[in-house]
């Protein structure tokens, strides 16, 4: 399942190959599962629209577009976002049109520069959908602009492990599992700690951690991306270097003691005994 940094790579790198391009067509396969809003109303809502921006919101890939010269009608407004979620194995290909068509493609735009912007999805957890311009809410708070105040009080009352707050969607948006294990351990704060319990500076360094981690690993994601836009962890795709997630048994990297691993929420944690109280 791509995580947020993932995502944030994947969009930029969309935002780079696609924005400013012209959706001259859209062709939408026969499986229903992908579809979150009627095909009718994708296809109005994408057929000759202007891609302006392509952008990350939680996990959702969000293509701002815009009609010119279109009179707005209740299915084809003037502004409109196709949201995309890629669920666990869907892949945004940028590609030209001679190139073949995969096995598990559920949608196919043809672009005014040439090329076709094909949505693949084996397993087809993944979700298109369309909404009005500015309609999109994930909930939650976008971590990466989380305030200090904003989320201290997130937390307030809670109690509920921190980490499960962290995975909580409707409090911040789109930080999974790896990466509240990782910013977890560099804010020293076991994962099963009630979020209540937790003091107003420990929750400052969680914030910082959260940031750092998912600025590290996007950064790291957007280097490794080439015009195949691929989101289902293709090697050397997502390099940033685990701590604790994964390393169960294995020296901790700052005190040597074996990483540990609990579940919590039916999730697996891991955590150093020594450096996270
Ligand atoms: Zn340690």
């Known amino acids: 399942m791509p995580e947020l940094p993932e995502v944030e790579t994947i969009a930029r790198g969309l935002d780079r190959r696609v924005a400013g391009d ?70 945004l290909q940028v590609c030209e049109p001679q190139s073949e068509v995969l096995k598990h493609t559920h949608a196919i735009l ?12 084996p397993r087809r957890f993944g979700r298109l959908s369309v909404v009005r311009a500015g309609g999109f809410d994930a909930g939650g708070i976008e971590p990466l602009e989380a305030d200090l105040d904003r989320f201290i009080s997130m937390f307030r009352g809670r109690k509920t492990p921190i980490k499960s707050a962290l995975l909580n969607q409707k409090l911040l948006r789109g930080v999974g599992n790896i990466y509240a294990d990782e910013s977890l351990f560099r804010a020293g704060i076991r994962p099963r700690r009630r979020a209540s319990t937790i003091t107003r500076d420990q929750l400052a360094g969680l914030l910082a951690s959260v940031k750092e981690v998912l600025r590290e690993a996007i ?24 701590r604790v997630y994964g390393r169960e048994g294995e020296p901790c990297l700052v005190c040597k003691t074996p990483i540990k691993r609990i579940v919590i929420a039916g999730r697996s944690s891991h955590y150093c005994p020594k450096c996270q109280k």
């Open 22 to 91: 012209v959706i001259e067509s859209i062709w939408l396969g026969q499986k229903p599962e992908p579809l979150k809003s009627p095909a009718r109303e994708i296809a109005a809502a994408l057929d000759h629209s202007r891609i302006s921006t392509v952008r990350r919101i939680g996990k959702h890939i969000v293509f701002d577009l815009e009609h010119k010269n279109v009179r707005p009608t209740k299915t084809r407004p003037t502004q409109a976002q196709w949201i995309v979620h890629l669920g666990m194995t869907g892949r």
């Open 110 to 121: 043809k672009l005014a520069s040439g090329r076709e912007l094909r949505f693949v999805d």
């Open 219 to 242: 950064a790291l994601g957007g280097s490794s991306i080439s015009d195949y836009v691929d989101a289902d962890g293709e090697e050397g795709f997502f390099q940033l270097q685990h």
